[in-house]
Nanobody, 124 residues
Framework: QVQLVESGGGLVQPGGSLRLSCAAS????????IGWFRQAPGKEREGVSC????????QYVDDVKGRFTISRDNAKNTVYLQMNSLKPEDTAVYYC?????????????????WGRGTQVTVSS
């Protein structure tokens, strides 16, 4: 059974940093595109970043470019989202998701497996 578990969320002041982790079991992430999505209260879920398999690249939504970095450690079967220069508008529940594909996308409909999310709150 495929399980994705997010961790690393929390409360941070504006300008601070967090690193989210997405640990997988029941599947080898080497062959999966992994996406990070977020959903703020009253808003639709949006794609934040994704990473493709091997060297097929990464994607970021415009308002996190230059602040967030996605990476993967296949040996640990884990994908990370390093979030720097956090803003109050980054506050949301962050989810990771996996899809068996060569190249990832930021469209949630394409993803097969989802974690349960981790809360990120940016506030002073």
């Amino acid at each position: 059974q495929v399980q994705l578990v997010e961790s690393g969320g929390g409360l941070v002041q504006p300008g601070g940093s967090l690193r989210l982790s997405c640990a997988a079991s029941g599947v080898t992430l080497d062959w999966y595109g992994i996406g990070w999505f977020r959903q703020a209260p009253g808003k639709e879920r949006e794609g934040v970043s994704c990473i493709s398999i091997k060297d097929a690249g990464t994607q970021y939504v415009d308002d996190v470019k230059g602040r967030f970095t996605i990476s993967r450690d296949n040996a640990k079967n884990t994908v990370y989202l390093q979030m720097n220069s956090l803003k109050p508008e980054d506050t949301a529940v962050y989810y990771c998701a996996a899809v068996l594909t060569f190249r990832c996308s930021l469209y949630s409909q394409e993803y097969s497996y989802w974690g349960r999310g981790t809360q990120v709150t940016v506030s002073s």
